[in-house]
Protein backbone atom coordinates (compact mmCIF):
# COMPACT_ATOMS: atom_id res chain seq x y z
CA UNK A 1 0.00 0.00 0.00
CA UNK A 2 1.19 2.94 -0.83
CA UNK A 3 2.37 5.82 1.95
CA UNK A 4 -0.05 8.09 0.39
CA UNK A 5 -3.15 5.62 0.65
CA UNK A 6 -2.98 4.58 4.20
CA UNK A 7 -6.52 4.41 5.94
CA UNK A 8 -6.78 7.16 8.64
CA UNK A 9 -9.69 7.22 10.91
CA UNK A 10 -10.45 9.96 13.14
CA UNK A 11 -6.99 10.80 15.50
CA UNK A 12 -6.65 11.09 18.42
CA UNK A 13 -6.59 15.00 19.86
CA UNK A 14 -3.36 14.83 20.88
CA UNK A 15 -2.01 12.58 17.61
CA UNK A 16 0.28 14.34 15.44
CA UNK A 17 0.06 12.81 11.78
CA UNK A 18 3.19 12.76 9.63
CA UNK A 19 2.20 10.14 7.46
CA UNK A 20 1.39 12.01 4.19
CA UNK A 21 -0.10 15.55 2.98
CA UNK A 22 -3.11 13.34 2.52
CA UNK A 23 -4.20 13.20 6.13
CA UNK A 24 -5.77 17.27 6.01
CA UNK A 25 -8.78 17.93 6.88
CA UNK A 26 -10.78 19.96 4.96
CA UNK A 27 -11.17 23.56 5.59
CA UNK A 28 -13.99 25.97 6.75
CA UNK A 29 -13.82 28.13 3.84
CA UNK A 30 -13.72 24.49 1.40
CA UNK A 31 -17.22 23.23 3.38
CA UNK A 32 -18.84 26.44 2.50
CA UNK A 33 -17.71 26.32 -0.99
CA UNK A 34 -18.80 22.73 -1.32
CA UNK A 35 -22.38 23.72 0.42
CA UNK A 36 -22.87 26.39 -1.91
CA UNK A 37 -21.60 25.17 -4.94
CA UNK A 38 -23.78 25.34 -8.21
CA UNK A 39 -23.60 21.79 -9.73
CA UNK A 40 -24.77 20.62 -12.87
CA UNK A 41 -24.53 16.94 -14.35
CA UNK A 42 -20.48 16.26 -15.36
CA UNK A 43 -21.02 13.35 -17.32
CA UNK A 44 -22.59 15.56 -19.51
CA UNK A 45 -20.35 18.66 -19.26
CA UNK A 46 -22.77 20.67 -17.70
CA UNK A 47 -21.33 21.26 -14.06
CA UNK A 48 -19.98 24.80 -14.02
CA UNK A 49 -18.28 24.18 -10.79
CA UNK A 50 -15.82 21.91 -11.97
CA UNK A 51 -15.85 23.79 -15.43
CA UNK A 52 -13.91 26.24 -13.61
CA UNK A 53 -12.16 24.43 -12.08
CA UNK A 54 -10.47 22.78 -15.40
CA UNK A 55 -10.39 25.92 -16.81
CA UNK A 56 -8.60 27.36 -13.96
CA UNK A 57 -6.37 24.59 -13.82
CA UNK A 58 -5.57 24.70 -17.59
CA UNK A 59 -5.14 28.41 -17.43
CA UNK A 60 -2.14 27.76 -14.08
CA UNK A 61 -0.24 25.15 -16.56
CA UNK A 62 -0.52 26.55 -19.69
CA UNK A 63 -2.31 24.12 -21.64
CA UNK A 64 -5.08 24.39 -23.84
CA UNK A 65 -7.72 21.70 -21.28
CA UNK A 66 -8.18 20.13 -18.01
CA UNK A 67 -10.10 17.46 -16.50
CA UNK A 68 -10.97 16.83 -12.56
CA UNK A 69 -10.24 12.94 -11.73
CA UNK A 70 -10.75 11.28 -8.24
CA UNK A 71 -7.73 10.66 -7.73
CA UNK A 72 -3.62 10.92 -8.96
CA UNK A 73 -3.39 7.35 -9.76
CA UNK A 74 -6.35 7.32 -11.93
CA UNK A 75 -4.84 10.34 -13.92
CA UNK A 76 -2.04 8.62 -14.48
CA UNK A 77 -3.21 5.36 -15.85
CA UNK A 78 -5.62 7.42 -17.72
CA UNK A 79 -2.52 9.41 -19.29
CA UNK A 80 -1.07 6.24 -20.02
CA UNK A 81 -3.99 4.76 -21.62
CA UNK A 82 -4.90 7.77 -24.04
CA UNK A 83 -0.94 7.94 -24.92
CA UNK A 84 -0.12 4.49 -25.91
CA UNK A 85 -1.37 0.85 -27.76
CA UNK A 86 -1.26 -1.76 -26.22
CA UNK A 87 1.88 -4.07 -25.84
CA UNK A 88 4.21 -0.94 -26.09
CA UNK A 89 6.85 -0.36 -23.16
CA UNK A 90 6.81 2.68 -20.99
CA UNK A 91 10.09 3.91 -19.60
CA UNK A 92 9.75 5.08 -15.95
CA UNK A 93 12.25 5.54 -13.13
CA UNK A 94 12.83 2.20 -10.80
CA UNK A 95 10.95 3.98 -7.69
CA UNK A 96 8.41 5.91 -10.01
CA UNK A 97 5.07 5.68 -8.23
CA UNK A 98 3.01 4.79 -11.56
CA UNK A 99 5.28 1.60 -11.07
CA UNK A 100 5.76 1.41 -7.48
CA UNK A 101 2.47 2.13 -5.85
CA UNK A 102 0.08 2.03 -9.02
CA UNK A 103 -1.16 -1.92 -8.25
CA UNK A 104 0.73 -2.75 -11.82
CA UNK A 105 -2.16 -0.45 -13.67
CA UNK A 106 0.23 -0.17 -16.72
CA UNK A 107 -0.17 -3.97 -17.51
CA UNK A 108 -3.68 -4.24 -15.94
CA UNK A 109 -5.39 -1.18 -17.80
CA UNK A 110 -3.27 -0.51 -20.64
CA UNK A 111 -1.84 -4.08 -21.29
CA UNK A 112 1.43 -1.81 -21.37
CA UNK A 113 5.43 -3.48 -20.45
CA UNK A 114 7.43 -1.08 -18.30
CA UNK A 115 11.10 -0.60 -18.67
CA UNK A 116 12.47 1.07 -15.32
CA UNK A 117 15.11 3.38 -15.21
CA UNK A 118 17.77 4.13 -12.13
CA UNK A 119 17.14 7.67 -11.40
CA UNK A 120 19.06 7.39 -8.24
CA UNK A 121 19.70 9.48 -5.90
CA UNK A 122 16.90 12.35 -6.90
CA UNK A 123 14.91 10.19 -9.55
CA UNK A 124 16.07 12.18 -12.52
CA UNK A 125 15.72 10.21 -16.01
CA UNK A 126 18.53 11.59 -18.13
CA UNK A 127 18.72 12.04 -21.89
CA UNK A 128 21.56 9.57 -22.12
CA UNK A 129 19.27 7.01 -20.39
CA UNK A 130 15.97 7.35 -22.64
CA UNK A 131 18.31 6.69 -25.73
CA UNK A 132 19.65 3.53 -24.00
CA UNK A 133 16.39 2.50 -23.42
CA UNK A 134 14.21 3.80 -26.08
CA UNK A 135 13.35 0.41 -28.20
CA UNK A 136 12.13 0.65 -31.64
CA UNK A 137 9.17 -0.85 -32.76
CA UNK A 138 9.84 -3.81 -35.18
CA UNK A 139 7.98 -7.14 -36.27
CA UNK A 140 9.89 -8.31 -32.99
CA UNK A 141 9.74 -5.62 -30.55
CA UNK A 142 6.54 -3.62 -29.36
CA UNK A 143 8.78 -0.47 -29.47
CA UNK A 144 8.79 2.66 -26.61
CA UNK A 145 5.15 4.24 -26.46
CA UNK A 146 5.90 6.40 -23.79
CA UNK A 147 8.26 8.21 -20.87
CA UNK A 148 6.46 9.22 -17.66
CA UNK A 149 8.54 11.29 -15.13
CA UNK A 150 7.90 12.72 -11.80
CA UNK A 151 8.19 15.77 -9.55
CA UNK A 152 8.58 15.79 -6.60
CA UNK A 153 9.70 11.98 -6.28
CA UNK A 154 7.75 10.56 -3.99
CA UNK A 155 10.47 8.00 -3.47
CA UNK A 156 13.38 9.48 -3.78
CA UNK A 157 12.44 11.90 -0.60
CA UNK A 158 10.15 14.73 -2.41
CA UNK A 159 12.86 16.09 -4.25
CA UNK A 160 12.26 19.29 -6.41
CA UNK A 161 13.82 18.79 -9.75
CA UNK A 162 14.49 21.89 -11.85
CA UNK A 163 12.60 22.14 -15.28
CA UNK A 164 15.96 21.49 -17.02
CA UNK A 165 15.89 17.88 -15.39
CA UNK A 166 12.17 17.54 -16.48
CA UNK A 167 12.91 19.55 -20.20
CA UNK A 168 16.05 17.84 -20.79
CA UNK A 169 14.63 13.89 -21.06
CA UNK A 170 11.44 15.03 -22.41
CA UNK A 171 13.51 16.92 -25.31
CA UNK A 172 14.98 13.60 -25.65
CA UNK A 173 12.05 11.15 -25.99
CA UNK A 174 10.67 13.95 -28.28
CA UNK A 175 13.55 13.32 -30.72
CA UNK A 176 12.56 9.85 -30.76
CA UNK A 177 8.78 10.18 -31.17
CA UNK A 178 7.54 9.47 -27.66
CA UNK A 179 5.22 11.26 -26.04
CA UNK A 180 5.78 12.39 -22.04
CA UNK A 181 3.30 12.04 -19.10
CA UNK A 182 4.31 13.95 -15.87
CA UNK A 183 2.92 12.58 -12.63
CA UNK A 184 2.83 15.96 -10.95
CA UNK A 185 1.17 14.99 -7.66
CA UNK A 186 3.39 17.46 -5.37
CA UNK A 187 4.17 19.76 -8.90
CA UNK A 188 3.43 23.07 -6.73
CA UNK A 189 5.94 21.90 -4.11
CA UNK A 190 8.58 21.27 -7.00
CA UNK A 191 7.53 25.28 -8.30
CA UNK A 192 7.49 26.81 -4.84
CA UNK A 193 10.86 24.88 -3.96
CA UNK A 194 13.05 26.26 -7.45
CA UNK A 195 11.01 29.76 -7.19
CA UNK A 196 9.11 28.87 -10.72
CA UNK A 197 5.74 28.10 -12.34
CA UNK A 198 4.47 25.12 -12.87
CA UNK A 199 3.81 25.68 -16.42
CA UNK A 200 7.09 25.72 -17.06
CA UNK A 201 7.10 22.59 -16.32
CA UNK A 202 4.22 21.28 -17.85
CA UNK A 203 5.41 23.36 -21.62
CA UNK A 204 7.88 20.53 -21.70
CA UNK A 205 5.17 17.31 -21.65
CA UNK A 206 2.45 15.85 -23.65
CA UNK A 207 0.26 15.55 -20.19
CA UNK A 208 0.56 16.38 -16.58
CA UNK A 209 -1.53 15.20 -13.34
CA UNK A 210 -1.48 17.48 -10.08
CA UNK A 211 -2.85 16.26 -7.12
CA UNK A 212 -5.77 18.46 -5.31
CA UNK A 213 -5.36 16.51 -1.51
CA UNK A 214 -2.01 16.53 -1.16
CA UNK A 215 0.15 19.18 -0.22
CA UNK A 216 -3.02 21.38 -1.35
CA UNK A 217 -5.37 20.42 1.24
CA UNK A 218 -8.43 19.50 -0.81
CA UNK A 219 -10.77 16.15 0.80
CA UNK A 220 -10.76 14.87 -2.74
CA UNK A 221 -9.08 15.07 -5.98
CA UNK A 222 -6.63 15.72 -8.77
CA UNK A 223 -6.30 17.43 -12.04
CA UNK A 224 -5.08 16.10 -14.98
CA UNK A 225 -3.92 18.73 -18.34
CA UNK A 226 -2.58 18.04 -21.82
CA UNK A 227 -4.09 19.65 -25.21
CA UNK A 228 -8.06 19.81 -25.94
CA UNK A 229 -7.37 16.50 -28.45
CA UNK A 230 -5.57 14.85 -25.40
CA UNK A 231 -8.15 15.48 -22.88
CA UNK A 232 -11.36 15.06 -25.21
CA UNK A 233 -9.94 11.60 -25.12
CA UNK A 234 -8.95 11.31 -21.43
CA UNK A 235 -12.99 11.57 -20.34
CA UNK A 236 -14.16 8.93 -22.82
CA UNK A 237 -11.09 6.70 -20.83
CA UNK A 238 -12.47 8.01 -17.27
CA UNK A 239 -15.39 7.62 -17.70
CA UNK A 240 -15.02 3.46 -19.02
CA UNK A 241 -12.69 3.35 -15.41
CA UNK A 242 -15.72 4.80 -13.30
CA UNK A 243 -14.62 7.97 -13.43
CA UNK A 244 -17.22 9.57 -14.91
CA UNK A 245 -19.02 11.67 -11.83
CA UNK A 246 -22.31 13.34 -11.72
CA UNK A 247 -22.96 16.60 -9.37
CA UNK A 248 -19.30 16.53 -8.76
CA UNK A 249 -18.72 20.42 -8.19
CA UNK A 250 -19.34 19.77 -4.59
CA UNK A 251 -15.47 18.45 -4.68
CA UNK A 252 -14.86 21.14 -7.43
CA UNK A 253 -15.48 23.67 -5.19
CA UNK A 254 -13.36 22.58 -2.40
CA UNK A 255 -10.39 22.42 -5.32
CA UNK A 256 -10.94 25.96 -6.31
CA UNK A 257 -10.62 26.78 -2.63
CA UNK A 258 -7.32 24.28 -2.42
CA UNK A 259 -5.58 26.05 -5.53
CA UNK A 260 -5.31 29.14 -3.38
CA UNK A 261 -2.70 26.99 -0.62
CA UNK A 262 -0.29 27.07 -3.43
CA UNK A 263 2.41 29.60 -1.85
CA UNK A 264 1.58 28.53 1.45
CA UNK A 265 4.10 25.27 0.46
CA UNK A 266 7.03 26.84 1.56
CA UNK A 267 5.83 26.81 5.22
CA UNK A 268 5.60 23.39 4.76
CA UNK A 269 8.86 23.36 2.95
CA UNK A 270 10.61 25.28 6.27
CA UNK A 271 8.79 23.04 8.86
CA UNK A 272 10.27 20.08 6.99
CA UNK A 273 13.23 21.44 7.60
CA UNK A 274 13.20 21.92 11.24
CA UNK A 275 11.49 18.41 11.74
CA UNK A 276 14.77 16.83 9.52
CA UNK A 277 17.14 18.92 11.99
CA UNK A 278 15.66 17.79 15.00
CA UNK A 279 15.46 14.08 14.02
CA UNK A 280 18.73 13.72 12.99
CA UNK A 281 20.23 14.98 16.56
CA UNK A 282 18.23 11.67 17.73
CA UNK A 283 20.65 8.70 18.40
CA UNK A 284 20.02 6.61 15.93
CA UNK A 285 18.00 8.53 13.33
CA UNK A 286 19.55 9.62 10.58
CA UNK A 287 17.51 12.39 8.41
CA UNK A 288 18.29 13.93 4.84
CA UNK A 289 17.82 17.47 4.58
CA UNK A 290 14.17 18.33 2.68
CA UNK A 291 13.95 19.55 -0.84
CA UNK A 292 10.11 20.01 0.06
CA UNK A 293 7.67 18.61 2.70
CA UNK A 294 8.94 15.15 3.15
CA UNK A 295 11.89 13.96 5.05
CA UNK A 296 13.30 10.49 5.18
CA UNK A 297 14.74 8.83 8.06
CA UNK A 298 17.18 6.08 8.03
CA UNK A 299 16.74 3.81 11.15
CA UNK A 300 19.48 2.28 12.95
CA UNK A 301 16.43 -0.64 13.98
CA UNK A 302 14.10 -1.87 11.54
CA UNK A 303 11.12 1.06 11.05
CA UNK A 304 8.71 -1.38 12.59
CA UNK A 305 9.42 -1.42 16.11
CA UNK A 306 10.34 1.65 15.78
CA UNK A 307 7.36 3.54 14.38
CA UNK A 308 5.02 1.24 17.07
CA UNK A 309 7.06 3.03 19.79
CA UNK A 310 6.03 6.28 18.11
CA UNK A 311 2.48 5.37 17.25
CA UNK A 312 2.28 5.32 21.40
CA UNK A 313 3.65 8.84 21.52
CA UNK A 314 0.94 10.33 19.45
CA UNK A 315 2.88 10.38 16.17
CA UNK A 316 2.75 8.89 13.21
CA UNK A 317 4.66 8.41 10.55
CA UNK A 318 5.24 6.11 7.45
CA UNK A 319 7.29 2.58 6.86
CA UNK A 320 9.35 3.09 3.20
CA UNK A 321 11.45 0.31 3.61
CA UNK A 322 12.69 -1.73 6.24
CA UNK A 323 15.03 0.73 7.55
CA UNK A 324 13.43 3.89 6.30
CA UNK A 325 10.49 6.22 7.66
CA UNK A 326 9.26 8.88 5.81
CA UNK A 327 7.41 12.09 7.90
CA UNK A 328 5.02 14.65 5.96
CA UNK A 329 4.41 17.97 6.61
CA UNK A 330 1.36 19.78 5.64
CA UNK A 331 -0.74 22.26 6.35
CA UNK A 332 -2.73 20.96 9.48
CA UNK A 333 0.64 21.46 11.42
CA UNK A 334 2.14 24.14 13.37
CA UNK A 335 5.55 24.64 14.36
CA UNK A 336 4.20 23.74 17.83
CA UNK A 337 3.58 20.12 16.35
CA UNK A 338 6.60 19.96 14.82
CA UNK A 339 8.24 20.78 18.26
CA UNK A 340 6.27 17.64 19.95
CA UNK A 341 6.59 15.51 17.24
CA UNK A 342 10.55 16.03 17.55
CA UNK A 343 10.10 15.23 21.49
CA UNK A 344 7.79 12.95 20.77
CA UNK A 345 9.93 10.90 18.25
CA UNK A 346 13.25 11.40 20.45
CA UNK A 347 11.00 9.45 23.40
CA UNK A 348 10.36 6.27 20.77
CA UNK A 349 13.83 6.20 19.86
CA UNK A 350 15.77 6.49 23.07
CA UNK A 351 12.96 4.07 25.16
CA UNK A 352 11.63 6.81 27.59
CA UNK A 353 8.73 6.63 28.51
CA UNK A 354 5.77 9.72 27.96
Known amino acids: MSPDSQSSGEDEQDTIDLRSDTVTRPSEEMREAASTATVGDDVYGEDPTLNELEARMADLLGTEAALFVPSGTMGNQIAARVHTERGQEVLCELESHVYRWELAG ?6 LQVRTVDGSPRGRITPTQVHANYVEASGHRPGTGLLTLENTHNAHGGTALSVDAIA ?42 CCLSKGLGAPVGSMLAGSESFIEEARRVRKLLGG ?32 AAGLDEIPGLHA ?13 EPAKPFLDRCEDEGILASAFDSHTVRFCTHLDLDDADIEAAIEGVRKAATGQQS
Open 168 to 209: APAEAAHELGVPVHLDGARLFNAAVANGCEAAEYAEHVDSVM
Open 106 to 111: LAQHSQ
Open 244 to 275: GMRQAGILGAAGLEALENRERLAEDHERARQL
Open 288 to 300: GEPETNLVMVETE
